[in-house]
């Protein structure tokens, strides 16, 4: 019997760390270099095939810049979330860590929480070590992952170990 679980995903981070470009490229496998911010908080949705009977449908919600969508009510029910940082801007990292933070206090303590190092493509001009990410998702437990919204390296990695973490046993 196959079936197909559906989950809801929000994307969080500082502005320009790419949020809306790694929605871009896992739902429609492209990228724009002068892309608008998004207006409002439309979803989009994207289904992955996990195995031969499961397939997961992700209910994906980017915040667009817009702080009203910031709310609570924006990831109360969210069954997942990928906290998104800029690797060449390490003040995203801490602006990453506030949002962990928030969604610790806030979220469903079920959620599955993804550390994003986004931009992995421009490496010469790096500021924030893998080491350091790293360690830090570990002693939060979080996933941690880099990808570039760019290149396309790693985004389809993100969703699907966020997918083998979701409860998939209903
Ligand atoms: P958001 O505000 O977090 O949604 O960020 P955007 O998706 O609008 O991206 C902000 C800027 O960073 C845009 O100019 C993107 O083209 C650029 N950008 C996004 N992802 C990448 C990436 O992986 N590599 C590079 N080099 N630029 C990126």
Redo the contacts with the bound molecule.
Sequence with gaps: MSRQLQFKLVLL?E???????LVLRFVKDQF??Y?E?TIGAAFLTQTIQLDDATTVKFEIW?TA?QERYKAPMYYRNANCAVV?YDITQSSSLDKARTWVRELQRQADPSIVILLCG??S??EPRRQVSKEEAQKYAEEEGLLWAEA???SGDGVHEIFTSIAKKLPLST
């Design positions: 981070g502005s320009a760390v790419g949020k809306s470009s724009d270099d892309r911010s980017d810049g998104v986004n931009k493509d421009l570039s919204a760019k």
